[in-house]
């Protein structure tokens, strides 16, 4: 079994900064690609960040060049730098990851998500 546990979110001005973290444990043999979503109320879950294994890191055009997506793999953690906080990315991020787990002599690729944390920016 894997667990994807997040922390880091909370209430934030704008203009202000977070950084979410969330950590993957359970019978991992690798994380390929991991990833940050958002949930606003009442709307669809959507990619906000991501990064491959090799550090190769991809944005929505909402977040450029205010985000900053990072990951440690010895402790299978990714991080959300989120910078300039608008009311408008308040939402609920989830953190996201491609966990690769061995069965026998298979390898199995399962996606796995987090629990979910609150971002709410407000003044």
């Known amino acids: 079994q894997v667990q994807l546990v997040e922390s880091g979110g909370g209430l934030v001005q704008p203009g202000g900064s977070l950084r979410l973290s969330c950590t993957a444990s359970?019978?991992?043999?690798?994380?390929?690609?991991m990833g940050w979503y958002l949930q606003p109320p009442g709307k669809q879950r959507e990619l906000v960040a991501s990064?491959?294994?090799?550090?190769?890191?991809s944005y929505a055009d909402s977040v450029q060049g205010r985000f900053t997506i990072s990951r440690d793999n010895a402790k299978n953690t990714v991080y959300l730098q989120m910078n300039s906080l608008k009311p408008e990315d308040t939402a609920v991020y989830y953190c996201?990851?491609?966990?690769?787990?061995?069965?026998?002599?298979?390898?199995?690729?399962?996606?796995?998500w987090g629990q979910g944390t609150q971002v709410t920016v407000s003044s």
């Open positions: 996201n990851a491609a966990v690769q787990i061995r069965i026998l002599t298979r390898t199995l690729t399962q996606n796995y």
């Open positions: 359970g019978c991992i043999f690798s994380i390929t690609d």
């Open positions: 990064i491959t294994s090799g550090g190769a890191s």
